[in-house]
């Protein structure tokens, strides 16, 4: 089920929509439109705050917590946790973040943890490819962020061992290809 059908089915109940994601994400903008009650666009956990406020300003007195669906699991587990400790009952979540999503963001957490050099491939404006830059910055020193095989610094591959590779979900096969071969002939 899409988020956009879970959020108005939920609205329909009478439920508040804590809508977890980036306000100007198009996925975002079209789900708030499905709210025909109260919600509120949680971008970071100090949001979790002024989203409970709004929540309780209505009549409304139950919850949900939903995701954009190329948000960072990490992120959003915190986010709930938070939400939930202001409003420990009522609260229900769901968590929809695309599995594959889920699945890209804990590999490169892994990955990340174990080599000298982590190189996400992706567009620079892909939410997805960001939160998997993110994660590996967190976990890894060295970390490129590249859209295509050319932004790859030799002098950096050379010195590097173990080197990790993560492309965001709409990276095209041929790309991530072309980097593998150029990394491979250095």
Not at 111 to 123: D, F, Q, R
């Amino acid at each position: 089920m899409h988020i956009h059908n879970i959020a108005e089915e939920y609205s329909k109940k009478n439920y508040f929509i804590f809508l977890v994601g980036k306000t100007e994400h198009p996925e975002v903008i079209g789900t708030i439109s499905f709210c025909e009650h109260g919600y509120y666009i949680v971008e970071k956990i100090e949001d979790a705050h002024k989203a409970v406020k709004e929540f309780k300003k209505t009549n409304i007195r139950k919850g949900l917590i939903i995701s954009q669906t190329t948000f960072a699991l990490e992120k959003f587990n915190n986010i709930v946790e938070k939400i939930q400790a202001l409003i420990p009952e009522n609260i229900e979540v769901k968590n929809t973040i695309c599995s594959a999503t889920k699945e890209r963001q804990i590999e490169t957490e892994k990955l990340a943890k174990h080599v000298e050099l982590m190189i996400i491939i992706g567009g620079k404006h892909s939410s997805n490819s960001n939160k998997l830059y993110e994660i590996a910055k967190k976990h890894c020193k060295n970390v490129l962020f590249i859209e295509t095989e050319q932004e790859i610094d030799e002098n950096t591959i050379k010195t590097k061992n173990k080197i990790g590779i993560m492309a965001g979900a709409s990276t095209p096969e041929k790309s991530i290809q072309k980097v593998i071969e150029k990394i491979r002939n250095l």
